[in-house]
């Protein structure tokens, strides 16, 4: 079975400056697919960015991007030039590409990285 | 707007009461899940279904039950038999292999 492993429970940058989020997963497939979400307070689940494992370039989007190293099985997030709208816990998520018994879909969480923001 | 709308936001029951958590999407989406979220912990999935009429366990199904009697809806009932129903809840939906949509969940707290 899967597993999504988020080892910073809690995390702290300074406006304006660059935090890397940690993810490491376990799989024994080669083709799947990466995710990190953003759950702000008000508890609602946004997309921040994904990534294809079959694809070697680095996805981006805007001050997000993601350091995708497959042989070791991480994903890290980088938030450049933090804002305060920024602060959220933010959790790393997998999904197979295979379709199990109909569970094309479902994401695997880590349990969160809480990321403050400090003015 | 398209989106999922899960309602209410709060709910409060005694224990030995079932619930039902309702969750609607008017995105045309095929597939629905139900998410727990714990503090401390990730989302662990309930349920899911992929079509009408059909669903599946997921990794934590015991004292929940679902129904899929339309494509929009994936009402989540929360039974007498779950031993620790008070959390945070969550529905999902997706098309293919597209990112899932979230909505605002709800929080469930029984005493």
């Known amino acids: 079975a899967q597993t999504v492993t988020q080892s910073q429970p809690e995390m702290s940058v300074q406006e304006a400056e660059t935090v890397t989020l940690s993810c490491t997963y376990d799989?024994?497939?080669?083709?799947?697919?990466l995710f990190w979400y953003k759950q702000p307070p008000s508890r609602q689940m946004i997309l921040v960015i994904r990534?294809?494992?079959?694809?070697?370039q680095n996805a981006t989007e805007n001050r997000f991007s993601v350091n995708f190293q497959k042989a070791a099985k991480s994903f890290s997030l980088k938030i450049s030039d933090s804002q305060l709208g920024d602060a959220a816990m933010y959790f790393c998520?997998?999904?197979?590409?295979?379709?199990?018994?109909?569970?094309?879909?479902?994401?695997?969480f880590g349990k969160g990285t809480k990321l403050s923001v400090k003015p | 707007d398209g989106g999922i709308t899960q309602s209410p936001k709060y709910l409060f029951r005694k224990e030995g009461q079932n619930v039902t958590l309702s969750c609607e999407q008017n995105?045309?989406?095929?597939?629905m899940y139900w998410y727990r979220q714990d503090p401390g912990q990730g989302l662990r999935l309930i349920y899911y279904?992929?079509?009408?009429?059909?669903?599946q366990k997921g990794d934590i199904a015991e004292g929940y039950s679902v129904s899929r009697e339309k494509k929009e809806s994936f009402p989540l009932t929360v039974t007498s038999a779950q031993k620790n129903p008070t959390a945070f809840y969550l529905c999902?939906?997706?098309?293919?292999?597209?990112?899932?949509?979230f909505g605002n969940g709800t929080r469930l707290t029984v005493t």
């Open positions: 999902a939906s997706s098309i293919g292999w597209e990112p899932l949509h």
């Open positions: 799989t024994s497939e080669s083709d799947y697919y």
């Open positions: 990534q294809e494992a079959y694809k070697q």
């Open positions: 998520a997998y999904r197979s590409s295979f379709n199990y018994g109909g569970s094309q879909g479902n994401l695997i």
């Open positions: 995105l045309n989406h095929d597939a």
């Open positions: 279904s992929q079509i009408v009429n059909d669903f």
